[in-house]
T-cell receptor, first 113, second 117 residues
Framework: DTEVTQTPKHLVMGMTNKKSLKCEQH?????MYWYKQKAKKPPELMFVYSYEKLSINESVPSRFSPECPNSSHLFLHLHTLQPEDSALYLC????????????FGSGTQLSVL | AQTVTQSQPEMSVQEAETVTLSCTYD???????LFWYKQPPSRQMILVIR??????QNATENRFSVNFQKAAKSFSLKISDSQLGDAAMYFCAYRSAWTGTASKLTFGTGTRLQVTL
């Protein structure tokens, strides 16, 4: 199994809603990542977890809250988002945080109304 | 901070022909990794090829090869015998080899490749 699976594939939410994005991998990877990608732009790193501990937070607003309960799962909890947060959210994993090969999921396309 | 520049927003190639995508980068580090990622309409980022800066030999993966010029800070991707399935957005990316920042990929702005019949 060499897949990173993200759910849901699409999400529409209002600014007052609370939702969560889910990511999972069963490759035994110990590093997991959240990237944000606006339309026609490259992905931008948001968070990195290494061995279930948050190792990098790229100054992301607190309305985005990551969680890594175990080595196979990663969540991104969303609350009181803004329309400008609409984007593709990509999850990735790698064997370790210093391993250069990242495996990406297909992303969750988020629209905030 | 490192920067990655892709100066070709769009490229087009005929099926079976060869195309080269350009990438330049700026860094003060001596040890790093460079990558080309492909993002088709499915949106998944797929690693195409990677190059380790300390290796002089250019990386090759089947129809994909790179021209790595360390002194010029240039890292171009050559796609030979182009296929319709190669149509995608291609991102060049940089990653430090230093542990402290090794998890961070810096991407270029991308080149959209069209493949025509």
């Amino acid at each position: 199994d060499t897949e990173v699976t993200q759910t849901p594939k699409h999400l529409v939410m209002g600014m007052t809603n609370k939702k969560s994005l889910k990511c999972e991998q069963h490759m035994g990877h110990r590093a997991m990542y959240w990237y944000k990608q606006k339309a026609k732009k490259p992905p931008e790193l948001m968070f990195v977890y290494s061995y279930e501990k948050l190792s990098i937070n790229e100054s992301v607003p607190s309305r985005f809250s990551p969680e890594c309960p175990n080595s196979s799962h990663l969540f991104l909890h969303l609350h009181t988002l803004q329309p400008e947060d609409s984007a593709l959210y990509l999850c990735a994993s790698s064997q370790g945080a210093t391993n250069e090969k990242l495996f990406f999921g297909s992303g969750t396309q988020l629209s905030v109304l | 901070a490192q920067t990655v520049t892709q100066s070709q927003p769009e490229m087009s190639v005929q099926e079976a022909e060869t195309v080269t995508l350009s990438c330049t980068y700026d860094t003060s580090e001596s040890d790093y990794y460079l990558f080309w990622y492909k993002q088709p309409p499915s949106r998944q980022m797929i690693l195409v090829i990677r190059q380790e800066a300390y290796k002089q030999q250019n990386a090759t993966e089947n129809r994909f090869s790179v021209n790595f010029q360390k002194a010029a800070k240039s890292f171009s991707l050559k796609i030979s015998d182009s296929q319709l399935g190669d149509a995608a957005m291609y991102f060049c990316a940089y990653r430090s080899a230093w542990t402290g920042t090794a998890s961070k990929l810096t991407f270029g702005t991308g080149t959209r490749l069209q493949v025509t019949l």
